[in-house]
């Protein structure tokens, strides 16, 4: 049986990291969410670590 786990699709990096839920929609932001596969952001990306320190930054 497939998994029901769905994850936020923001593309904007809205939460430091993937928000899981099990209804259509992400519970924190609102937005649509999508098979948790696959994953939202690359691991591999080099700049997405840094690129969500600066957003922490700016929002404090
Ligand atoms: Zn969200």
Redesign the pocket.
Known sequence: MKSDILV?S?PDD??ERP?YTLGGE?P??G?RAVNSAPAPFSPTDPHGEYRRALKRRHRQ
Request: proline share 0%; with cysteine.
């Open positions: 936020c923001d809205t939460h928000v992400c924190e932001c937005a």
